[in-house]
């Protein structure tokens, strides 16, 4: 009686074994389901066995999914043969009994045919062509690590595809990563199978032992916990190995690529000397080598982006978050020298020397901490940044840009920041018989931008004469009982608000506060 063999996704056909002793039967199966595939089988003329073509254009883990699913199909072994060296892996941690693999350089059907005869069907097939005597060749790693690139951006993204990479060559039940984080230390921790929290917590005591050991500046009681979804649900629904211990540990530190300890691996199994044999030891060897040249691409990815939103959280008060975003970008913390259009706001508030005069100190402090929080979140809202604090006044900028007009963002801000006085907190402080107001004077014209300053203290700041005017004109909100004064440079430019603004004096413009109930300028 011949045996009987499937050829899953051979469209040609090209599984050529002995007439005589073997019948193929060749079947299409499609990832949306079987609709191309009749699996259906006579009891006593089941397959021996599925020999599926991992190359055609089909997910073959979906493909032996499908086969697995079948109750009649599950004496039947299966045989994944593909030059994709990811789908293998992922085969391999979800289905390790009874399905196989062979990896080859490149797809070759002598070669299929030749395993199947001298191999598969004399129940001497092993798991995959690349191993010898046991051991994973370099080659078949290397082709694997090449698909975790895109994943360097995303730490514990990149940790989660290298779990099935560790299980493949290691077949441990538990796996821990651990790595410095600063003065504390994660643990990425993954168990494939069902698993007790005694056991995982056992474990990470012999772990952090040894972790310590490599790392004695590290902080023993900061220990933060990363497990995967998967090894959650473990915890959670764990019965099958309640009682059960693990028999095995294994550690190895993971190097950088100048050999420096840049992590460690632990490994755990229910099976006693599972992590014993030469040939393992020389397969962990490369992985970790391997391993830490990823870990450490993401962290330093990881450590550029945590320098840049602390740099972003140390200007974002003086600096738009779009200037502070093109200086990371760039890689540059000072900007290099330029000219430029710019609008300027000058700020004063009216009579400050009567108040630091009749209020304590630390009560004008406060006053002034207070009332600069407001203002310099009304300049930021329109695009602006601080350019100095001169005591009680303020000088803010808008440069000119593509997208907005900044003749317009000054004065809304200059509008915002008069609605805005309502809101400073002057319940503790004595005002003079005139109150509490500010003057605002605002022009535009053409700046020189650059860090000025000695080695001890730099300030990025602006030269010209726009500044001096914008103070001319706060100035003139005295003489002439206005809030916001600005320059006929700045009315010419204006788009958003020209039919609110009207004309004070020669070349001297105003526009009213609108009421705090209406918006519209």
């Given at each position: 009686?011949?045996?009987?063999?499937?050829?899953?996704?051979?469209?040609?056909?090209?599984?050529?074994?002995?007439?005589?002793?073997?019948?193929?039967?060749?079947?299409?199966?499609?990832?949306?389901?079987?609709?191309?595939?009749?699996?259906?089988?006579?009891?006593?003329?089941?397959?021996?066995?599925?020999?599926?073509?991992?190359?055609?254009?089909?997910?073959?883990?979906?493909?032996?999914?499908?086969?697995?699913?079948?109750?009649?199909?599950?004496?039947?072994?299966?045989?994944?043969?593909?030059?994709?060296?990811?789908?293998?892996?992922?085969?391999?941690?979800?289905?390790?009994?009874?399905?196989?693999?062979c990896a080859l350089d490149e797809?070759?059907?002598?070669?299929?045919?030749?395993?199947?005869?001298?191999?598969?069907?004399?129940?001497?097939?092993?798991?995959?062509?690349?191993?010898?005597?046991?051991?994973?060749?370099?080659?078949?790693?290397?082709?694997?690590?090449?698909?975790?690139?895109?994943?360097?951006?995303?730490?514990?993204?990149?940790?989660?595809?290298?779990?099935?990479?560790?299980?493949?060559?290691?077949?441990?039940?538990?796996?821990?990563?651990?790595?410095?984080?600063?003065?504390?230390?994660?643990?990425?921790?993954?168990?494939?199978?069902?698993?007790?929290?005694?056991?995982?917590?056992?474990?990470?005591?012999?772990?952090?032992?040894?972790?310590?050991?490599?790392?004695?500046?590290?902080?023993?009681?900061?220990?933060?916990?990363?497990?995967?979804?998967?090894?959650?649900?473990?915890?959670?629904?764990?019965?099958?190995?309640?009682?059960?211990?693990?028999?095995?540990?294994?550690?190895?530190?993971?190097?950088?690529?100048?050999?420096?300890?840049?992590?460690?691996?632990?490994?755990?199994?229910?099976?006693?000397?599972?992590?014993?044999?030469?040939?393992?030891?020389?397969?962990?060897?490369?992985?970790?080598?391997?391993?830490?040249?990823?870990?450490?691409?993401?962290?330093?990815?990881?450590?550029?982006?945590?320098?840049?939103?602390?740099?972003?959280?140390?200007?974002?008060?003086?600096?738009?978050?779009?200037?502070?975003?093109?200086?990371?970008?760039?890689?540059?913390?000072?900007?290099?020298?330029?000219?430029?259009?710019?609008a300027v706001i000058f700020s004063?508030?009216?009579?400050?020397?009567?108040?630091?005069?009749?209020?304590?100190?630390?009560?004008?402090?406060?006053?002034?901490?207070?009332?600069?929080?407001?203002?310099?979140?009304?300049?930021?809202?329109?695009?602006?940044?601080?350019?100095?604090?001169?005591?009680?006044?303020?000088?803010?900028?808008?440069?000119?840009?593509?997208?907005?007009?900044?003749?317009?963002?000054?004065?809304?801000?200059?509008?915002?920041?008069?609605?805005?006085?309502?809101?400073?907190?002057?319940?503790?402080?004595?005002?003079?018989?005139?109150?509490?107001?500010?003057?605002?004077?605002?022009?535009?014209?053409?700046?020189i931008l650059g860090n000025v300053?000695?080695?001890?203290?730099?300030?990025?700041?602006?030269?010209?004469?726009?500044?001096?005017?914008?103070?001319?004109?706060?100035?003139?909100?005295?003489?002439?009982?206005?809030?916001?004064?600005?320059?006929?440079?700045?009315?010419?430019?204006?788009?958003?608000?020209?039919?609110?603004?009207?004309?004070?004096?020669?070349?001297?413009?105003?526009?009213?506060?609108?009421?705090?109930?209406?918006?519209?300028?």
């Amino acid at each position: 009686m011949k045996r009987l063999i499937c050829g899953v996704n051979f469209s040609d056909k090209s599984l050529c074994l002995s007439e005589n002793e073997f019948m193929v039967k060749y079947l299409d199966i499609d990832i949306a389901g079987n609709k191309k595939c009749d699996l259906s089988f006579n009891d006593d003329d089941l397959p021996e066995l599925f020999v599926i073509n991992g190359d055609a254009k089909v997910d073959c883990f979906a493909v032996v999914k499908i086969i697995r699913k079948n109750e009649k199909l599950s004496i039947s072994k299966i045989v994944v043969v593909t030059s994709h060296f990811s789908k293998i892996v992922k085969i391999h941690t979800e289905y390790n009994k009874d399905t196989y693999y062979c990896a080859l350089d490149e797809f070759n059907n002598e070669f299929v045919i030749n395993l199947l005869e001298k191999k598969a069907l004399k129940n001497e097939i092993y798991e995959i062509s690349l191993r010898e005597d046991n051991s994973i060749s370099k080659s078949f790693l290397s082709n694997y690590f090449i698909t975790l690139f895109k994943y360097i951006t995303n730490l514990k993204l990149l940790i989660e595809e290298m779990y099935s990479i560790i299980y493949f060559v290691t077949n441990a039940d538990l796996i821990m990563i651990m790595m410095p984080d600063n003065l504390q230390t994660r643990v990425f921790i993954k168990a494939f199978k069902e698993i007790s929290s005694n056991n995982i917590d056992d474990m990470l005591k012999f772990a952090s032992h040894d972790h310590f050991t490599i790392f004695k500046y590290l902080n023993y009681d900061y220990i933060e916990k990363i497990y995967s979804s998967d090894s959650k649900r473990d915890l959670n629904e764990s019965k099958k190995n309640i009682d059960k211990i693990l028999n095995s540990y294994f550690y190895t530190i993971i190097p950088d690529i100048n050999g420096n300890p840049i992590a460690t691996l632990h490994l755990g199994s229910f099976i006693t000397n599972n992590f014993s044999s030469d040939s393992f030891m020389l397969a962990l060897q490369e992985l970790s080598f391997k391993m830490g040249f990823f870990i450490e691409k993401a962290l330093n990815y990881e450590k550029v982006v945590n320098e840049g939103k602390e740099l972003k959280t140390l200007f974002s008060k003086f600096i738009p978050s779009d200037i502070i975003d093109k200086m990371i970008e760039e890689g540059k913390v000072e900007r290099e020298p330029e000219r430029k259009e710019v609008a300027v706001i000058f700020s004063d508030i009216r009579s400050f020397t009567n108040i630091t005069e009749a209020n304590q100190p630390d009560d004008v402090i406060n006053f002034l901490n207070n009332y600069f929080e407001e203002m310099v979140t009304r300049i930021r809202k329109f695009g602006g940044r601080i350019d100095k604090f001169i005591g009680d006044a303020i000088v803010a900028v808008f440069e000119k840009s593509e997208n907005e007009n900044f003749a317009d963002n000054a004065v809304l801000a200059g509008i915002e920041m008069a609605k805005g006085l309502k809101k400073v907190d002057i319940s503790r402080i004595k005002l003079p018989e005139s109150g509490f107001g500010t003057g605002i004077g605002i022009h535009c014209g053409e700046m020189i931008l650059g860090n000025v300053g000695s080695e001890q203290k730099t300030a990025y700041t602006m030269i010209g004469d726009v500044t001096g005017k914008a103070e001319e004109l706060e100035g003139d909100t005295k003489k002439y009982h206005k809030h916001i004064l600005f320059s006929k440079s700045i009315f010419d430019r204006l788009k958003i608000v020209k039919s609110k603004a009207y004309k004070i004096d020669e070349d001297i413009f105003s526009i009213d506060i609108p009421e705090e109930n209406n918006e519209e300028c």
